[in-house]
C-alpha cells in the first residue's frame, strides 16, 4: 500500500447519516468533512438516510437509535441477512500489491476528552463483532479520522468519478438500499479512506432494517434542522451523470459555530442552570406527546375538547343513581391527611394509568404536571366506590375535567387503556429515562442528564463511558441492579428488623426501640427497601446511634457496603431543626441515618467450597436498607412521616403550614412566626411523656388538630 491513498469516492453512496453517540464534537466535525470532500449524500435527517454510521457495535443500541430518530422500520429476516453476506476472498488487492488478513485484535480505545464527561469514549469492540463476524481484512494501527494524518487521508474536493485502475469495483449494489437502511460501524470509513476504496459494507454491517411507509399522522423525525441542500450533477459508476444532494460548506460551518456557541457557556453553567437546560431539553422532546401537559402549548393553536354527557347519563346524575358521598367529598376537604386512603382501591385499574403519566411527567420535568396528579391519584384512591361516571370523577376534590376526558377514555376503550398510556409504554426515550431512574441514587435529574448530556442509552454505556464519574452509591446502584428490582417479602423485613434491633440493643441497651415504617407498616404484601426507625427514651443514648449501629453490624457481615452515613441531628444537638435552616438541602428529613446495603449472612453450606476449592458464594439477594435515627422527644413526627404515602407526607406539611403556621419535618414542629418548637408529645413533663412511639404518633396527629390515621389508611401513592 503506497504512503497516499487513493482519492475516495463515496458519490454512488445513498444518503449518509452519522450517529452522534460517543462522537467528540471535534472528530464529528471532521467525519463530516471527510464525507464531503468523498462526494458523499450526507444528511442531518436520519430518516431521509439509508446509511448510517456509528461508533456502535450492538444490533440492540443501533435498533434504539432508529427508534430514537423516529424512523419506521422492521427487522429483517436473519435468514435473509446470512445468505446476504457475500463470500469475499481472504486476501484484499490494491494494485499489484497484496494484504494479508490481519489477525483477530481488541481495538484500542480513543483517548479523547469530552465537554459533558471526561471518562466518555467511543464504543470500540473485537473486530470480530462487527458486522457479518467475518475478519477485518486491513492491518493493524487503525485510528480514528481526527487523528489521521493529511497524507493518510485524502484532502482535495474534487470527486473523481471513476475508480483508479486496480481498485475493486464498489462493493454494493444499488438494490442492497432499496426500501432498507443499514447501520455500519464506522471503522468501515476509517479503513476505506485508509485504503483508497470503499470497503465491504457487510464486513462492518451492525443492524440492518427495512423501512415501512411513513404514516401521516406519525411525528417527524427529531433531527437537526437544516437548510435546503443545494443539488449539484454527479457521475455514476457508469459514467452517467444523475442528479444528487450534497452538503455545502457553509452549512457544516454554521453547524460547527452552533455546536461552538452550545459548548461555550458549559464551563460557566450553574446547577441550576444546568437543570434548566436538561428540562428544556426533556420538554422538546415531549412537547407534542398526548401524555403532556397542553398548558405548554400554544392555546390558540389547540382545540378544546368538551367533557360530552348523553341524555341517559344526565338524567341518571339527575335521579341521584350516585353512591352517597363520603363527607370530605362534601366538604371539599383538599388534603390527604384529612381522609382515609386504603391500601386497596376500588379504582386501582385506572389509578394505574394515572400513575404512569405522572412518573412520565416526573421523568420529563413537569413539576406542576406530578403535584397535580398525585393529588388527583390521592382523591381518587381515598374515595371508597368503584367510579362508575365522569360526573363522580368531576365531585373529587384535586379533579378536573383533564382527570374526567382520560376516565372517559379510559372506561371507554375496548382494552382499558388510555392512548396516554400507550405512548408512555412505547417511547424509547422515556424507556431510557425510566432504566436509569430505577438506579439507586439517581433520580429524575439526573436520568435526564445521563440521556442528554452524557448521551448513554444503557448500562453498558454507563460502565464503559461514565463509572469513574458516578458517584458511590450509583455505582453500587448499577452494579446491584437486578437486585435492587426484587421486592423483599415481609417475613424478610421482619428478620432485617429484629436483627437491627439485637445490635442496637447490644450497643446500648434493651430500651431501644425499633419501628419498620414505609410500605411494610402500610400493608404492603412486598418492599422495595426497609425502612427502620431506632429510638431510646435517654436523650443521650441516640447521639451518634446510627455509627455505633453500623459498625457493629458490619462486622458480622450484614451490612457489605455503608454508602450514606449522615449525622446532621447529632451534629446540631438533636434539636429540631430551625424554621430558617442554614443545612445546605434540608429537607423533610434531617434525622440521623444510614443507607446500608444488606446480605443475609445465613444460606446452605456456608463456609464450605466447591469442586475447585473455593467458597460457596452467598446466594442471597442483596436488599436496600435505611436507619433512622430519631430522638424521644420527636419521634412521633419521625414515625408519622416515614410511615405515610408520599402524597400524605406532603399535605402533612402543607397541613400544618396553611391551617396551623406550623413548620412540619421528620424531626419536629415548629413555629412558623417565633421558630419556637411545638411540644406535640408531651415530652417537657417527664410525667406526661410517651411509652412508646406509637402513642407518640397519635399524639401528633391530635396536636395538629387530625383525625388519627391507622398506617393502611395512608396509601396515596
Given at each position: 500500500?503506497?504512503?497516499?491513498?487513493?482519492?475516495?469516492?463515496?458519490?454512488?453512496?445513498?444518503?449518509?447519516?452519522?450517529?452522534?453517540?460517543?462522537?467528540?464534537?471535534?472528530?464529528?466535525?471532521?467525519?463530516?468533512?471527510?464525507?464531503?470532500?468523498?462526494?458523499?449524500?450526507?444528511?442531518?435527517?436520519?430518516?431521509?438516510?439509508?446509511?448510517?454510521?456509528?461508533?456502535?457495535?450492538?444490533?440492540?443500541?443501533?435498533?434504539?437509535?432508529?427508534?430514537?430518530?423516529?424512523?419506521?422500520?422492521?427487522?429483517?429476516?436473519?435468514?435473509?441477512?446470512?445468505?446476504?453476506v457475500p463470500q469475499t476472498e481472504s486476501?484484499?488487492?490494491?494494485?499489484?500489491?497484496?494484504?494479508?488478513?490481519?489477525?483477530?485484535?481488541?481495538?484500542?480505545?480513543?483517548?479523547?476528552?469530552?465537554?459533558?464527561?471526561?471518562?466518555?469514549?467511543?464504543?470500540?469492540?473485537?473486530?470480530?463483532?462487527?458486522?457479518?463476524?467475518?475478519?477485518?481484512?486491513?492491518?493493524?494501527?487503525?485510528?480514528?479520522?481526527?487523528?489521521?494524518?493529511?497524507?493518510?487521508?485524502?484532502?482535495?474536493?474534487?470527486?473523481?468519478?471513476?475508480?483508479?485502475p486496480g481498485l475493486p469495483p464498489i462493493?454494493?449494489?444499488?438494490?442492497?438500499?432499496?426500501?432498507?437502511?443499514?447501520?455500519?460501524?464506522?471503522?468501515?470509513?476509517?479503513?476505506?479512506?485508509?485504503?483508497?476504496?470503499?470497503?465491504?459494507?457487510?464486513?462492518?454491517?451492525?443492524?440492518?432494517?427495512?423501512?415501512?411507509?411513513?404514516?401521516?399522522?406519525?411525528?417527524?423525525?427529531?433531527?437537526?434542522?437544516?437548510?435546503?441542500?443545494?443539488?449539484?450533477?454527479?457521475?455514476?459508476?457508469?459514467?452517467?451523470?444523475?442528479?444528487?444532494?450534497?452538503?455545502?460548506?457553509?452549512?457544516?460551518?454554521?453547524?460547527?459555530?452552533?455546536?461552538?456557541?452550545?459548548?461555550?457557556?458549559?464551563?460557566?453553567?450553574?446547577?441550576?442552570?444546568?437543570?434548566?437546560?436538561?428540562?428544556?431539553?426533556?420538554?422538546?422532546?415531549?412537547?407534542?406527546?398526548?401524555?403532556?401537559?397542553?398548558?405548554?402549548?400554544?392555546?390558540?393553536?389547540?382545540?378544546?375538547?368538551?367533557?360530552?354527557?348523553?341524555?341517559?347519563?344526565?338524567?341518571?346524575?339527575?335521579?341521584?343513581?350516585?353512591?352517597?358521598?363520603?363527607?370530605?367529598?362534601?366538604?371539599?376537604?383538599?388534603?390527604?391527611?384529612?381522609?382515609?386512603?386504603?391500601?386497596?382501591?376500588?379504582?386501582?385499574?385506572?389509578?394505574?394509568?394515572?400513575?404512569?403519566?405522572?412518573?412520565?411527567?416526573?421523568?420529563?420535568?413537569?413539576?406542576?404536571?406530578?403535584?397535580?396528579?398525585?393529588?388527583?391519584?390521592?382523591?381518587?384512591?381515598?374515595?371508597?366506590?368503584?367510579?362508575?361516571?365522569?360526573?363522580?370523577?368531576?365531585?373529587?376534590?384535586?379533579?378536573?375535567?383533564?382527570?374526567?376526558?382520560?376516565?372517559?377514555?379510559?372506561?371507554?376503550?375496548?382494552?382499558?387503556?388510555?392512548?396516554?398510556?400507550?405512548?408512555?409504554?412505547?417511547?424509547?426515550?422515556?424507556?431510557?429515562?425510566?432504566?436509569?431512574?430505577?438506579?439507586?441514587?439517581?433520580?429524575?435529574?439526573?436520568?435526564?442528564?445521563?440521556?442528554?448530556?452524557?448521551?448513554?442509552?444503557?448500562?453498558?454505556?454507563?460502565?464503559?463511558?461514565?463509572?469513574?464519574?458516578?458517584?458511590?452509591?450509583?455505582?453500587?446502584?448499577?452494579?446491584?441492579?437486578?437486585?435492587?428490582?426484587?421486592?423483599?417479602?415481609?417475613?424478610?423485613?421482619?428478620?432485617?428488623?429484629?436483627?437491627?434491633?439485637?445490635?442496637?440493643?447490644?450497643?446500648?441497651?434493651?430500651?431501644?426501640?425499633?419501628?419498620i415504617v414505609g410500605g411494610y407498616r402500610?400493608?404492603?404484601?412486598?418492599?422495595?427497601?426497609?425502612?427502620?426507625?431506632?429510638?431510646?427514651?435517654?436523650?443521650?443514648?441516640?447521639?451518634?446511634?446510627?455509627?455505633?449501629?453500623?459498625?457493629?453490624?458490619?462486622?458480622?457481615?450484614?451490612?457489605?457496603?455503608?454508602?450514606?452515613?449522615?449525622?446532621?441531628?447529632?451534629?446540631?444537638?438533636?434539636?429540631?431543626?430551625?424554621?430558617?435552616?442554614?443545612?445546605?438541602?434540608?429537607?423533610?428529613?434531617?434525622?440521623?441515618?444510614?443507607?446500608?446495603?444488606?446480605?443475609?449472612?445465613?444460606?446452605?453450606?456456608?463456609?464450605?467450597?466447591?469442586?475447585?476449592?473455593?467458597?460457596?458464594?452467598?446466594?442471597?439477594?442483596?436488599?436496600?436498607?435505611?436507619?433512622?435515627?430519631?430522638?424521644?422527644?420527636?419521634?412521633?413526627?419521625?414515625?408519622?412521616?416515614?410511615?405515610?404515602?408520599?402524597?400524605?407526607?406532603?399535605?402533612?406539611?402543607?397541613?400544618?403550614?396553611?391551617?396551623?403556621?406550623?413548620?412540619?419535618?421528620?424531626?419536629?414542629?415548629?413555629?412558623?412566626?417565633?421558630?419556637?418548637?411545638?411540644?406535640?408529645?408531651?415530652?417537657?413533663?417527664?410525667?406526661?411523656?410517651?411509652?412508646?412511639?406509637?402513642?407518640?404518633?397519635?399524639?401528633?396527629?391530635?396536636?395538629?388538630?387530625?383525625?388519627?390515621?391507622?398506617?393502611?389508611?395512608?396509601?396515596?401513592?
Amino acid at each position: 500500500m503506497s504512503s497516499t491513498p487513493s482519492k475516495l469516492d463515496l458519490s454512488s453512496f445513498p444518503n449518509v447519516y452519522v450517529l452522534h453517540t460517543h462522537v467528540p464534537v471535534a472528530e464529528l466535525h471532521d467525519i463530516e468533512q471527510h464525507l464531503i470532500k468523498a462526494g458523499a449524500a450526507l444528511t442531518y435527517d436520519i430518516c431521509e438516510a439509508r446509511l448510517v454510521l456509528g461508533y456502535i457495535s450492538k444490533p440492540r443500541r443501533a435498533k434504539f437509535e432508529l427508534q430514537a430518530g423516529n424512523v419506521r422500520f422492521k427487522e429483517v429476516d436473519p435468514l435473509y441477512l446470512t445468505s446476504a453476506v457475500p463470500q469475499t476472498e481472504s486476501i484484499v488487492k490494491q494494485g499489484s500489491q497484496d494484504l494479508p488478513p490481519s489477525k483477530r485484535r481488541k481495538l484500542r480505545k480513543i483517548e479523547t476528552q469530552s465537554t459533558t464527561d471526561q471518562s466518555t469514549a467511543s464504543e470500540y469492540e473485537d473486530s470480530s463483532t462487527i458486522g457479518s463476524g467475518t475478519e477485518a481484512e486491513v492491518d493493524l494501527g487503525a485510528e480514528p479520522l481526527s487523528q489521521l494524518s493529511i497524507s493518510q487521508v485524502s484532502t482535495s474536493p474534487t470527486i473523481d468519478s471513476s475508480p483508479p485502475p486496480g481498485l475493486p469495483p464498489i462493493p454494493y449494489t444499488p438494490k442492497d438500499f432499496e426500501g432498507r437502511i443499514k447501520v455500519v460501524n464506522l471503522h468501515w470509513l476509517n479503513d476505506s479512506i485508509r485504503l483508497g476504496y470503499p470497503q465491504d459494507i457487510q464486513k462492518y454491517l451492525v443492524y440492518e432494517a427495512e423501512l415501512l411507509p411513513s404514516s401521516p399522522h406519525s411525528q417527524t423525525c427529531s433531527s437537526p434542522a437544516a437548510a435546503p441542500y443545494p443539488v449539484v450533477p454527479s457521475r455514476n459508476p457508469d459514467g452517467n451523470v444523475r442528479e444528487r444532494t450534497i452538503v455545502s460548506k457553509d452549512i457544516v460551518d454554521r453547524a460547527k459555530a452552533e455546536a461552538e456557541s452550545k459548548l461555550k457557556p458549559k464551563a460557566y453553567f450553574s446547577r441550576a442552570s444546568k437543570r434548566d437546560r436538561l428540562s428544556d431539553a426533556a420538554k422538546c422532546d415531549f412537547s407534542n406527546r398526548s401524555f403532556m401537559s397542553t398548558m405548554s402549548q400554544n392555546s390558540f393553536s389547540q382545540r378544546r375538547h368538551l367533557l360530552h354527557q348523553t341524555t341517559s347519563e344526565y338524567e341518571e346524575d339527575a335521579s341521584g343513581a350516585l353512591p352517597p358521598m363520603p363527607d370530605w367529598v362534601l366538604e371539599n376537604k383538599l388534603y390527604s391527611c384529612e381522609r382515609a386512603t386504603p391500601l386497596n382501591s376500588p379504582n386501582a385499574a385506572f389509578i394505574a394509568q394515572l400513575m404512569e403519566i405522572k412518573t412520565a411527567r416526573l421523568l420529563t420535568d413537569d413539576e406542576i404536571g406530578v403535584r397535580a396528579y398525585s393529588t388527583s391519584i390521592a382523591s381518587i384512591a381515598a374515595y371508597p366506590y368503584q367510579i362508575q361516571s365522569t360526573s363522580e370523577i368531576l365531585a373529587l376534590p384535586g379533579c378536573d375535567q383533564k382527570i374526567a376526558l382520560l376516565f372517559h377514555e379510559w372506561q371507554t376503550s375496548p382494552d382499558q387503556r388510555t392512548q396516554a398510556a400507550k405512548d408512555i409504554e412505547n417511547d424509547p426515550v422515556l424507556k431510557v429515562l425510566r432504566l436509569f431512574y430505577e438506579i439507586w441514587g439517581v433520580g429524575a435529574t439526573t436520568a435526564r442528564e445521563f440521556y442528554y448530556d452524557k448521551k448513554w442509552r444503557d448500562l453498558d454505556d454507563i460502565v464503559e463511558f461514565g463509572w469513574s464519574s458516578l458517584s458511590r452509591v450509583q455505582q453500587i446502584g448499577v452494579k446491584y441492579y437486578d437486585e435492587f428490582l426484587l421486592k423483599i417479602p415481609r417475613s424478610e423485613v421482619e428478620v432485617i428488623a429484629n436483627i437491627v434491633e439485637r445490635h442496637a440493643r447490644k450497643v446500648v441497651d434493651e430500651r431501644i426501640q425499633c419501628v419498620i415504617v414505609g410500605g411494610y407498616r402500610r400493608g404492603k404484601v412486598e418492599s422495595g427497601d426497609v425502612d427502620l426507625i431506632l429510638s431510646h427514651p435517654e436523650q443521650s443514648a441516640t447521639a451518634g446511634l446510627v455509627d455505633k449501629v453500623v459498625r457493629s453490624l458490619e462486622k458480622e457481615g450484614w451490612i457489605t457496603h455503608t454508602l450514606i452515613l449522615n449525622m446532621t441531628n447529632t451534629k446540631r444537638g438533636q434539636e429540631t431543626l430551625p424554621y430558617i435552616s442554614n443545612t445546605k438541602g434540608a429537607g423533610f428529613d434531617t434525622l440521623d441515618k444510614a443507607l446500608v446495603v444488606w446480605q443475609d449472612q445465613s444460606y446452605r453450606g456456608k463456609g464450605s467450597s466447591d469442586e475447585e476449592g473455593k467458597e460457596l458464594k452467598n446466594p442471597n439477594p442483596h436488599r436496600r436498607v435505611d436507619i433512622i435515627i430519631s430522638p424521644w422527644r420527636t419521634v412521633g413526627c419521625a414515625v408519622a412521616g416515614w410511615t405515610s404515602g408520599t402524597t400524605f407526607q406532603r399535605d402533612l406539611r402543607r397541613y400544618a403550614k396553611k391551617v396551623k403556621g406550623w413548620k412540619f419535618d421528620s424531626s419536629g414542629v415548629r413555629e412558623r412566626g417565633s421558630g419556637r418548637w411545638i411540644d406535640l408529645e408531651g415530652w417537657a413533663d417527664p410525667k406526661t411523656r410517651c411509652k412508646d412511639a406509637y402513642e407518640a404518633e397519635r399524639r401528633v396527629f391530635k396536636g395538629l388538630g387530625l383525625q388519627y390515621r391507622e398506617p393502611w389508611d395512608r396509601c396515596t401513592g
